[in-house]
């Protein structure tokens, strides 16, 4: 454990030290942030003043898009198009002959790309938001703690969705195509295009049955209070059941998929 | 109990075929499979402190073996046993006591300067800071690096890089080290400034070394055992003397200059090969006559210019072994 954590730290110190060995990479990001928000603004902004956005506010929406944005810079992990590229490459081979585990390498570096971005990415977009578009506050100091707990739990269904999808990667050498499906699967029942609550009733019964929403529009429901306070708690019981079922499965594939490895250029 | 134990280990590939004359359609609902043995039936034990070179052509199957032996690849039938242990089921436990160097990869962060890479190594590896600092200076020193252990590792020549890749391999003192072509792309002074390295640092901490490689300078130098693999198959596995002597044929040539034309000479183990005035060559059967007595046999009768006897080397000998 100790060694894990001594791990992890040093890969993200290292991680960190190589982001801003590259300048051009800094101002981009946050250059690039800050015209998603400024484009998102002016679509919303648009469709409110039709009157076509329903039972919703421009301030809740644009609230709803900041915060997404920031989770999803640390929920949409990389691994998938890591675990692709090592594989097509071969350079899994050198990563696997490491005394500590591979997953503990994917997280480590994974969670230093998300710290960077945070930095020079989201804190930005937030600032800006903050003082020029205006944000709403999470209803109650309890519903900001009780939306972190669901972030951290829509975070570990992420992954594992992810990790389960980038595992095909192993039978199909190639893990491109899957990357791009992963995406949509997201942004249609997970939230990332439009709130749920836009959706017509029968693509909303279907999302709830379907592990995607789960990750991001469970946690920004809670913190808009979307979610009847009586709810919530059950909502939070089914983020814990998708993650026991999403890690059984994980662990189950990812035996096969160790057994089945064929290194690329043997 | 060996070190390094392989026991009709086999290894099978699964590729796919894709078949001209059947529709694309077809080939991609109903994919058409082939099976590849990429190492078949291969036994061979190593022992603590040995010096191994491994041998074959290309896609013989080395590297799938060495992929067994560090427990990323399952053998599809047999035994492998690395320190006693299974590879694949104590890929970590075996890690710690193992260094591996792939030849045409880098282990070396791009963006960093090479020191950086140690430093992670140290944690990696769980090192004291006492021997960790001992074993990197010395490290540094035998492979010559004090030069561009600070130097981010994308301005770093090739040669700088596969320094910093055998000096990583070897920091957390490895009982067992494998090398998949380590001195591939190399100049000649690289080369020889490695194959010192390793024989020194085998003499000095006897770490069993296996070396896959296509330089026969390296084997010459570095392997005192030779293990060849051809299509899977184990075709030797001994000392290199006693490779040569098995495979160098059954005949030496001579080839004789005369100071005057001189007529061919007749003796009952020379066989004539080529006559042309005073320039002569023969075949002789190693086991009818030794070089020396073949040599002086022909200086004691004529006055002689030059004298050449020429055996088969390493290239030529594994040039016809590939060649089969």
């Not at chain 1, 692709?84 to 350079?91: A, K």
């Not at chain 1, 991001?216 to 814990?240: E, K, M």
Request: charged residues 20%.
């Amino acid at each position: 454990m100790v060694y894990s954590i001594k791990l992890y730290t040093q890969i993200i110190a290292k991680e960190a030290q190589r982001f801003f060995t590259y300048r051009v990479n800094i101002l981009s990001g946050c250059l690039t942030a800050l015209f998603m928000l400024g484009a998102r603004y002016a679509l919303w902004a648009a469709l409110f003043a039709a009157g076509n956005a329903g039972q919703s506010s421009l301030a809740e929406t644009m609230t709803y898009f900041v915060i997404c944005d920031i989770i999803m810079i640390w929920l949409a992990s990389s691994y998938g198009n890591t675990i692709g590229e090592d594989i097509r490459s071969g350079d899994i081979a050198q990563k696997l002959i490491k005394p500590c585990s591979y997953h503990l390498m994917l997280v480590s570096s994974f969670h230093a790309t998300s710290m960077t971005s945070t930095l020079t990415r989201a804190l930005p977009m937030f600032i800006i938001a903050v003082i020029f578009i205006g944000l709403l506050p999470p209803a109650s100091v309890v519903t900001l703690f009780v939306f972190l707990l669901s972030v951290i739990l829509g975070a570990v269904i992420y992954s594992l969705i992810d990790l389960i999808i980038s595992y095909t990667a192993f039978w199909l050498t190639d893990y491109w195509c899957l990357s791009w499906f992963k995406r949509a699967l997201f942004v249609l029942f997970g939230g990332l295009a439009l709130p749920l609550w836009f959706y017509p009733g029968w693509l909303y019964e279907v999302c709830k049955y379907l592990p995607f929403q789960y990750t991001i529009y469970t946690p920004l429901a809670v913190y808009l209070g979307r979610i009847p306070s009586g709810q919530v708690v059950f909502s939070i019981a089914l983020q814990l059941l998708w993650i026991c079922i999403l890690f059984l499965l994980e662990r189950i594939i990812w035996m096969y998929a160790k057994h089945k490895m064929t290194v690329q250029g043997g | 109990m060996s070190q390094i134990n392989l026991s009709e280990v086999t290894k099978d590939y699964k590729i796919r075929i894709r078949n001209n004359n059947r529709s694309k359609i077809a080939d991609f609902f109903r994919p058409q499979y082939d099976i590849k043995r990429a190492v078949d039936n291969v036994n061979f034990s190593v022992e603590p402190g040995e010096m191994v070179g491994y041998i074959g052509p290309n896609g013989a199957g080395k590297s799938t073996t060495i992929k067994m032996l560090t427990g990323i690849l399952t053998p599809t039938g047999g035994q492998v046993s690395v320190f006693g242990r299974d590879p694949c089921r104590n890929r970590k436990k075996n890690a710690l006591k193992m260094g591996v160097v792939f030849g045409q990869r880098s282990q070396l962060l791009w963006d960093l300067p090479v020191q950086d890479t140690f430093e992670l190594f140290k944690t990696m590896y769980k090192m004291e800071q006492g021997i960790f600092t001992k074993q990197r200076d010395r490290l540094v020193e035998m492979l010559d690096m004090s030069g561009f252990i600070a130097q981010a590792v994308r301005q770093l020549s090739l040669g700088q890089r596969m320094r910093a890749n055998l000096a990583l391999c070897f920091l957390h003192q490895p009982e067992v080290v494998y090398l998949d072509e380590p001195t591939i792309g190399l100049d000649v002074l690289v080369k020889e400034r490695i194959r010192d390295f390793l024989k020194q640092i085998n003499k000095e901490q006897g770490t069993t070394i296996l070396l896959t490689t296509h330089d026969t300078q390296d084997i010459e130098q570095i392997a005192e055992r030779l293990i060849l693999i051809d299509n899977g198959q184990l075709l030797f596995d001994g000392g290199r003397e006693s490779f040569h002597k098995q495979y160098q044929g059954t005949e030496f040539m001579i080839e004789i200059e005369f100071v005057n034309p001189t007529a061919e000479l007749v003796h009952k183990n020379f066989r004539t090969h080529k006559v042309e005035g005073n320039r002569h060559s023969y075949w002789v059967p190693y086991s009818k006559m030794g070089r020396g007595e073949a040599i002086s046999y022909v200086a004691n009768d004529h006055p002689v210019a030059d004298i050449k006897v020429s055996e088969l080397g390493l290239e030529d000998i594994l040039k016809n072994i590939y060649a089969e």
